[in-house]
C-alpha cells in the first residue's frame, strides 16, 4: 500500500505566497507522476498542476506563471509552490501520485484559503 502525505497550506491574503508538500511512501515502485488537484466548494475536483520523472511539467491554464511544481525524484516529494495567489484559488488542494503498476492514489486534502 503507498501512503501520500501533504503539508502545508492555510490562509493567505490575496497576492501571497504558500507552498504545499506531498510525500508518498513507496520505495520499491516508481512513480511516473506527481502532482495536485483541487476542489472549491460546491465544484468538481480540477487538475492543476503534474510533473513526470523527467522532469517534464503540465499546468491548468488558471494557475500557469503563478504556480511551479517541482519534485525530488529521490525522496519521491512533490512542491507546488504558489505565488500570487487570488480569492479564487481558495480550495481543498489533493495531491495525486501515478505509482508503476499499482495505480493511482491520492493525500487527505490541505486547505488553502485565500482573502481579498
Known amino acids: 500500500q503507498v501512503q501520500v502525505v501533504e503539508s502545508g497550506g492555510g490562509l493567505v491574503q490575496a497576492g501571497g505566497s504558500l507552498r504545499l508538500s506531498c510525500a508518498a511512501s513507496?520505495?520499491?515502485?516508481?512513480?511516473?507522476?506527481m502532482g495536485w488537484y483541487r476542489q472549491a466548494p460546491g465544484k468538481q475536483r480540477e487538475f492543476v498542476a503534474v510533473?513526470?520523472?523527467?522532469?517534464?511539467?503540465n499546468y491548468a491554464d488558471s494557475v500557469k506563471g503563478r504556480f511551479t511544481n517541482s519534485r525530488d525524484n529521490a525522496k519521491n516529494v512533490v512542491y507546488l509552490q504558489m505565488t500570487n495567489l487570488k480569492p479564487e484559488d481558495t480550495a481543498v488542494y489533493y495531491c495525486?501520485?501515478?505509482?508503476?503498476?499499482?495505480?493511482?492514489?491520492w493525500g487527505q486534502g490541505t486547505q488553502v484559503t485565500v482573502s481579498s
Open positions: 495525486n501520485v501515478v505509482v508503476f503498476a499499482r495505480g493511482t492514489y
Open positions: 513507496t520505495t520499491t515502485f516508481s512513480i511516473p507522476a
Open positions: 510533473t513526470t520523472t523527467s522532469g517534464v511539467t
